[in-house]
């Protein structure tokens, strides 16, 4: 909720939202979101390079590690 709507200020960062399936649910997606679905040989350095966005922050936006093995064809939250 917190990235959806301003509870201080009592309204809503956007008129709409974007939904995305997840595996139990639907989750709000900001507007201007960008994703990457993994691919062969992609790790999070040269992701993190690719797209300008420190590797820690890959991390925080998606809950994972450093070390986390990355999975062909799962997308990976690239910006906030």
């Given amino acids: 909720p917190l990235s959806i709507i301003a509870f201080k200020e009592k309204r809503l960062y956007n008129d709409t939202i ?3 399936k997840t595996k139990w649910s639907y989750s709000a997606v900001p507007k201007g979101v960008k994703y990457h679905t993994i691919k ?5 350095y040269a992701l993190s390079e ?6 820690s922050k ?6 994972i590690r450093r070390n986390t093995v990355l999975k062909v064809g ?7």
């Fill in 18 to 20: 974007t939904l995305k």
């Fill in 40 to 44: 062969r040989g992609d790790y999070l």
């Fill in 50 to 55: 690719q797209y300008g966005i420190s590797v």
């Fill in 58 to 63: 890959i991390c925080e936006l998606n809950g």
């Fill in 74 to 80: 799962k997308k990976l939250r690239i910006s906030s």
